[in-house]
């Protein structure tokens, strides 16, 4: 299955053709497919499926889109959520409270409150400071919190440094030195009611080694609690599976990912908590854009396109490729500099890339732009924010309208204070 086939030389999302997403929604626009979704989300489940019963908790900050977190729901995922933001999105999309798990250094007293409000499955608990909180607000309100206690397994995920997550000096989790001494800690507190640990050591990872070395680690840290008496019945394994963003590149199988972690996990007797975002959601969206113009330059031309780095940030923050091509090709190539209209030079999404040749008005695709792209989207340069749509075979809607730039003025105010001085000089 294709998502994003190319029919009589123009390139659709599934039997909506990309032009004519971009003649009634405009341009810039992200477009999902939900049969993409759907296949991606079958795809991990069956993977793991062997493996006991575990959740697969979709991460929602890959993609925290309403509809999106719907499609997912109905394939059976739960959430791991990282805000009080994603909580409530998470249960507005039906995704049962009992499949949610919260990770995150910075959940406030009052993201931990609406977690026992919600009875949420899981809260994983990413220091001994957030574990003597957490126990107060549950006490004080008379429950225990189920939670799970998150360790920095100090492994080199081998991916970018800014979303590498497992390493010793990193903000996440608690060292694996003294993961037992906090467990011991956390058992004795009489507002939490610990099951088990959690780890997640970074995205976009290309190679198992990293993954298996800290699975190994938290093996061995799961026996070293059951010796202390503790009863572990879950272990979250995180997320992180990278995905190709270019044509040609190979990454671990789900397979190979499944069998690795049942090699490792054979005799540790818990449920397994998953937290995959990227591989669900990555290839199923494009950012979908329109030239405004090509500019001549020293040593390529710009290809100027609507979509800029506040849309899609991938690029200009983690210098991250994303392939891109015309929704009709011309035939010809050229070289060219990829860029948006943002006042700043980081606002590349790719420099001497050999593309179609594109002119004025031609529409095209930012590729894999479904994990990461519109929820990391800004307003950066008085831009709005983008919309998105999703497609199911031949019918599409509008899944997050446009956001304008006035609407965004609009939350703004002039305090009476100024308005009184305008236009008086000092
Ligand atoms: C970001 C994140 C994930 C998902 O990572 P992917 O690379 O998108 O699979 C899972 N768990 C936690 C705690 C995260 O922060």
Redesign the pocket.
């Known amino acids: 299955m294709n998502p994003f086939p190319i029919v009589a030389g123009e390139l659709y999302a599934e039997e909506v053709p990309l032009s004519r997403i971009a003649a009634e929604v405009g341009t810039p626009v992200y477009v999902y497919s939900r049969a993409a979704l759907e296949r991606n989300a079958t795809a991990f489940r069956d993977a793991v499926a062997p493996l006991g019963d575990p959740l697969c908790a979709f991460?929602v900050?890959?993609n925290p889109n309403l509809a999106v977190l719907r499609v997912l729901a109905a394939q059976g995922f739960g959430a791991?959520v990282?805000s009080g933001g994603e909580l409530r999105r998470a249960r507005a999309a039906g995704i049962a409270a009992d499949k949610i798990v919260f990770?995150g250094v910075g959940k406030t007293a009052a993201e931990l409150t609406l977690a026992l409000e919600e009875r949420i499955g899981q809260i994983n608990i990413e220091s001994v400071e957030e574990a003597d909180e957490l126990s107060a607000i549950a006490a004080a309100r008379g429950v225990q919190a189920v939670c799970a206690l998150r360790v920095n397994p100090d492994v080199d995920a081998g991916t970018h440094d800014k979303i590498s997550?497992g390493k010793a000096d990193s903000k996440f989790g608690v060292p694996l030195a003294e993961a037992v001494e906090v467990y011991d800690r956390m058992a004795t507190l009489p507002g939490l009611a610990p099951c088990g640990v959690a780890l997640?050591i970074g995205?976009?990872l290309a190679d198992l080694a990293p993954l298996e070395r800290a699975f190994t680690r938290l093996g061995n840290l799961v026996t070293r609690l059951r010796q202390k008496g503790h009863a572990i019945t879950r272990v979250d394994l995180?997320?992180?599976?990278g995905i190709p963003y270019r044509q040609g590149e190979m990454f671990p199988s789900l397979a190979d990912y499944a069998a690795m972690v049942a090699r490792v996990t054979r005799s540790w007797d818990v449920r397994l908590i998953f937290?995959?975002?990227?591989?669900i959601v990555g290839d199923a969206g494009v950012l979908l854009t329109r030239v405004v113009r090509v500019k001549r330059g020293a040593a390529n031309p710009f290809v100027v396109v609507d979509a800029a780095m506040n849309d899609l940030a991938r690029p200009a923050m983690y210098g991250a490729w994303h392939d891109f091509m015309p929704v009709r090709a011309s035939g010809a190539r050229m070289v060219a500099n990829i860029v948006g209209p943002i006042c700043e030079t980081g606002d590349t999404f790719a420099t001497g890339r050999e593309i179609d040749r594109l002119e004025s008005g031609d529409l095209a695709v930012f590729r894999t732009a479904g994990?990461y792209g519109a929820t990391m989207a800004s307003s950066y340069n008085s831009r709005g924010f983008v919309p998105e749509v999703l497609v199911d075979a031949d019918r599409f809607a509008v899944v997050a309208d446009r956001i304008a730039p006035d609407a965004i003025m609009a939350a703004e105010r002039v305090p009476d204070w100024l308005s009184d001085d305008a236009g008086q000089a000092r």
């Open positions: 991460a900050k890959a791991d990282v990770s997550t997640h995205s976009q995180g997320g992180g599976l937290e995959p975002g990227r591989i994990a």
